[in-house]
């Protein structure tokens, strides 16, 4: 009840802000933008070990990662190119939030979670591109439970709560776990449904 109605109140406040933005005329392609540049900042405030401003810096980068899609409909503006641009500018936000970890535990010597951030990364990269290269062949792939949307919350729990070692363990084992179980998952249907591509 009480999640349900701060997920009302929030989705009202962002309703607002899409609102304002629309009437703006603000192209979604520059908030895709400029959501990227905050991941900048994000990852310069992680090498540093400001997780307090990281968390609150990663918030905004989320804000606006969810604006340019939902300003794109209400203006009715909504192309191709700003798909693909919004999909191609995630992947850099993944990458540079996370080397902003490495460099955080590289600078300390903390080889073991330089390691695991690495394959954090991988598991981030590859769960979207195991979806995109699976539904080149089949028509859904959407399995799995950690995404982009997850990966960042568990980012922000972490940052705000000096667990970041704990983060780090959490995306790189479960979203290499996504991207094994969506390449389970496509040559299960393929085999069941299109034995002759199989």
């Not at 980068?61 to 503006?77: C, E, N, Q, T």
Request: proline share 2%; hydrophobic share 50%.
């Amino acid at each position: 009840m009480i999640t349900a109605k701060i997920g009302q109140g929030c989705k009202v406040i962002i309703d607002q802000i899409v609102w304002f933005l629309s009437l703006l005329k603000i192209s979604p392609n520059v908030l895709t933008v400029f959501g990227v540049v905050m991941s900048i900042f994000t990852a310069a405030a992680l090498a540093m070990g400001r997780f307090g401003y990281a968390s609150a810096l990663l918030i905004i980068a989320g804000l606006f990662d969810m604006l340019d899609g939902a300003v794109a409909r209400i203006s009715k503006s909504e192309t191709t190119y700003g798909a693909f641009l919004d999909s191609v500018v995630d992947r850099y936000s993944d990458f540079i939030v996370m080397l902003g970890l490495t460099i955080y535990y590289g600078s300390h010597n903390r080889l073991l979670y330089v390691v695991l951030s690495g394959i954090a990364l991988m598991g981030s990269v590859l769960t979207s591109y195991a979806r995109a290269r699976a539904e080149c062949l089949i028509p859904s792939c959407k399995v799995g439970f950690l995404e982009r949307p997850e990966r960042v919350v568990i980012l922000i729990l972490g940052a705000l709560f000096h667990g970041m070692d704990a983060a780090v363990w959490v995306i790189a084992v479960f979203s290499n776990w996504t991207v094994i179980h969506r390449i389970l998952h496509t040559r299960r249907y393929l085999k069941e449904n299109s034995p002759d591509r199989f």
